[in-house]
């Protein structure tokens, strides 16, 4: 047996504040002298209460913290220890020599979760009396901390026994309550001799490295938040949302206007008194209508720095700033307003970083704290930095996207065609409205064509930007040098497929890796071939969908277009549909874009709205309002949309009506391109069109000369009649000598004068250069030189040949009506 532990080992094996922590063995369960019952595991007593106790003479923990009534086990005479061996007194100094050189915080707690022993070793509680520890509970020394998770985790370790290992825990402790704690707690279960379950916690301060994890973490975040946004603007908000609740209070973003119009960068300084624009904002407080006001600047607004103030300095440096006690910066007497703000928002510390990206200052990220106590420190400042630049790429990518969309927009508008020439066939207005990812390949056309007739044409090109719109203009010119030639609309369609294979082909190697030609072909197209004198519409569709109809009086007119596969495909079969439209008609063409988004609901109405107003609602819908609640569904319901738009048709002009059509059917910015074509259809009055069938007779030619004097002269045109006599002589010559019968002359009072030969012939004629020796030859030539215009269309039986001239001014319109006669059939 040993004799008693010197002083110094007493001292090595944990003496702490003056305190003697000796070799103590804990006595058996049972009545003491003054009646009071001690633990045989821990020496705390069970009746420390019992008013027999220490009193307040400061002797309630010893060098780690003991609990009171453990006593400190003396030798006897004979130099042996009381207990029950030298095993006892080693295990006993071994949990003394744990407690004392512990280099992480241990705490003992019974079945109430209360501490019975515990050390100084985590920083939170030195210099805390352990009578404000030993007896409580963790919650009631450390009220900085979320109590029902402290103790939600330590009984779930106390009653299952299971082992809880590095629950991280944040909060602050009485000692440092400025100072916010990141504390790693472990729990574990023991059972006495006796059979006392009691709860071991090993508490670590992990404030630094939690800290330093926190930042990597908010990186990260950046790196995948950041550059998901294509403009400049969103990608500025998405900066404000990582900063904010995790590292700042409130932060806000100002950009100058380089970036956020798309145009190129200024490197160097930046003047002080350069206007920015307050792009984004986001604070703990929240913001809107009925939430504090979102910082010094609205949302929107320009502003200009006060100078010298650590913004205008970042602008010139282009360095970030980090100010720790806002009250006594003398700066904020230069900007007094935001100065004033600040203080009203109770900021106690701020970084205000520059967003810079290839030596140029895109603007100006600001951080503050005005809730959680700790100010900003150097740490701080460079995940500040780091943030800043992020965000700056983030914000220069949407600024290229933006200039490339703004050339592609340039391109996409200079190959649409320009506002539409005055035509007798129709009355047409048009909307074009660029999608938020970009300008893709929609396009329209309207085509003047022969026999005062015009051509209708929507289409999109697969894809976006500017390689989209270029191939747009390809497509459009070829459609329209097509439709020039008077192709039907199922054989311009077939043609156009060939010419989109060739453009195909010519896209594969900008295909993506793997693909062997566009999922959707080369593009969509619709057209459409009016004829003002028959009031017919011809139509096919190469995978695009059919106009939307509606007569003179607003009621839908079926007008099935069947689609066949888009260009590009290789098909080359598509299907023709004619219907006989009254004068007045309108027809909506349109492309995807405009049926991408659900279509706005009437304010302050449902589905029940229209019969609650009773007659009200009932007159709306006679006049073919929007009062009534619009149908939602896919496709067809938005089309009943449109339907019920161009209804009104008879009360508004056809731009209005193309407002009204995107108000209903975009409630928001579309994110495709969407072009709608609106075209009201008009007739050639009968007084502007004389037709003669002529027999198959050379002496005719005389006939048909004199019968086209007479009706220019009707229409006081004679000023065009030797050069009608020439034309008219020529095209019916040809015609009974290489055509059939019948044969018909009609001559056509329009834009202007119109002079057609048909025949049932199939054969083409073609323009030749005589020469000076050919006795023949020249008439086509001749045609040429006097004609403004000619050409030759096919019909399904037999062809027509055509030629225009132009009109004088003076006399275009003024013409007399034709007397009886003027038209007909010629007797044989």
């Known amino acids: 047996m040993s004799g008693p532990r010197d002083e110094g080992a007493r001292e090595g094996a944990g003496r702490d504040e003056g305190e003697g922590a000796g070799r103590r063995e804990v006595e058996r369960t049972g009545p003491d002298e003054g009646g009071k019952r001690r633990s045989g595991v821990d020496g705390h007593r069970d009746d420390r209460h019992n008013g027999s106790g220490n009193g307040g003479n400061g002797d309630g923990g010893g060098a780690d913290g003991e609990a009171e009534g453990a006593v400190e086990e003396t030798a006897p005479e004979g130099g042996g ?5 030298e095993g006892d007194r080693l295990d006993a100094a071994l949990l003394d020599a744990l407690f004392a050189q512990a280099p992480l915080g241990l705490y003992l707690l019974d079945q109430d979760l209360r501490v019975i022993r515990y050390n100084t070793a985590a920083h939170g509680v030195r210099g805390m009396p352990s009578t404000d520890i030993v007896g409580h509970r963790p919650a009631e020394f450390a009220p900085g901390f979320d109590r029902a998770e402290l103790e939600a985790v330590a009984r779930q370790a106390l009653q299952d026994g299971s082992y809880v290992r590095e629950h991280l825990v944040r909060g602050r402790m009485p000692t440092d309550p400025g100072r916010e704690m990141v504390v790693s707690a472990s729990f574990f279960r023991i059972v006495s ?6 709860l071991v916690a090993a508490v670590e301060d992990v404030t630094e490295r939690q800290g330093a994890l926190d930042r990597l973490d908010i990186l990260h975040s950046a790196h995948r938040r950041l550059g998901a946004s294509h403009d400049a603007v969103g990608s500025a908000q998405e900066l404000a949302d990582v900063a904010v609740p995790r590292f700042a209070d409130s932060a806000t973003v100002d950009l100058l206007d380089e970036p956020l119009r798309g145009l190129p960068l200024r490197s160097g300084p930046i003047d002080p008194g350069a206007p920015l624009r307050r792009v984004a904002y986001r604070s703990v407080r929240g913001t809107g209508p009925t939430g504090p006001s979102p910082g010094p600047i609205p949302q929107g607004a320009l502003s200009t720095y006060g100078a010298p103030t650590p913004y205008s300095q970042a602008l010139v440096d282009g360095r970030a700033r980090l100010i720790r006690g806002l009250t006594e910066e003398e700066w904020l007497g230069a900007d007094p307003e935001r100065a004033r703000r600040l203080a009203e928002l109770g900021v106690h510390s701020m970084i205000v970083a520059p967003l810079v990206v290839h030596d140029a200052v895109l603007g100006v990220l600001a951080l503050y704290r005005h809730r959680r106590l700790e100010p900003f420190d150097q740490d701080d400042l460079e995940l500040a930095v780091e943030l800043a630049a992020r965000g700056a790429m983030s ?7 933006a200039r490339e969309r703004s050339i592609a927009t340039t391109l996409q508008r200079q190959l649409l065609p320009r506002e539409p020439a005055e035509l007798s066939a129709v009355q047409s207005s048009h909307v074009y409205l660029p999608g938020r990812v970009g300008p893709g390949g929609d396009w329209y056309d309207v085509v003047p064509l022969s026999a005062a007739r015009v051509g209708l044409a929507i289409g999109s ?10 191939l747009m203009g390809q497509v459009r010119t070829a459609l329209r040098t097509l439709a020039v030639q008077d192709l039907q609309p199922d054989e311009l369609l077939v043609r156009l497929d060939d010419a989109a294979r060739v453009l195909t082909d010519e896209q594969q190697g900008s295909l993506p890796a793997g693909a062997e030609s566009l999922p ?31 007569g003179p009086d607003g009621v839908p007119v079926p007008f099935p277009v069947e689609p066949g596969l888009p260009l590009g495909c290789g098909d080359g079969c598509y299907e023709t549909r004619v219907v006989e439209l009254p ?12 049926m991408s988004g659900p279509p706005r609901r009437p304010a302050g109405g449902g589905a029940d709205s ?3 107003r009773g007659g009200a609602g009932r007159g709306g819908a006679e006049r073919g309002g929007l009062d009534e609640a619009l149908p939602v569904g896919p496709g067809e319901g938005r089309r009943a949309v449109l339907q019920r738009v161009l209804a009104r048709a008879g009360e508004e002009e056809l731009s209005q009506l193309c407002d009204q059509a995107v108000y209903a059917l975009l409630p928001e910015r579309q994110r495709e391109d969407a072009v709608l074509l609106l075209v009201r259809t008009l007739g050639l009055p009968d007084d502007k069109v004389a037709v003669w069938t002529l027999p198959e007779d050379p002496a005719v030619v005389r006939t048909a000369r004199r019968l086209a004097e007479h009706q220019l002269a009707a229409w006081g045109l004679q000023e065009l009649e030797f050069s009608t006599d020439l034309i008219v002589s ?5 015609a009974i000598r290489y055509g059939k019968s019948p044969i018909r002359l009609r001559l056509i009072n329009d834009r202007g004068l119109i002079c057609e030969v048909s025949d049932s012939s199939d054969s083409t004629p073609h323009l030749r250069r005589a020469k000076s020796t050919d006795e023949g030859g020249r008439g086509l030539f001749i045609i040429g030189q006097l004609a403004q215009r000619w050409g030759t269309r096919f019909a399904r039986h037999g062809k027509t040949i055509w030629a225009q001239q132009e009109v004088p001014e003076a006399d275009a319109g003024t013409g007399e009506e034709v007397e009886p006669g003027g038209g007909g059939e010629l007797p044989g």
């Open 730 to 734: 020529e095209l019916v010559t040809n």
């Open 520 to 550: 959707d072909g080369l593009a969509s197209c619709l057209y459409l071939i009016y004829d003002p004198i028959g009031r017919t519409c011809t139509a096919a569709s190469a995978g695009h969908p059919g106009p939307v109809v509606v």
């Open 583 to 594: 004068v007045g008609s309108v027809l909506a063409l349109y492309t995807n874009g405009l």
């Open 461 to 470: 090109v697969t894809g976006t930007g500017i390689e989209a719109a270029a």
């Open 395 to 401: 914000i220069d990518k949407a600024r290229s996207y």
């Open 193 to 198: 001799d006796t059979g006392h379950p009691y």
């Open 81 to 85: 220890p009381r207990g029950s061996g």
């Open 610 to 612: 229209g019969a609650e």
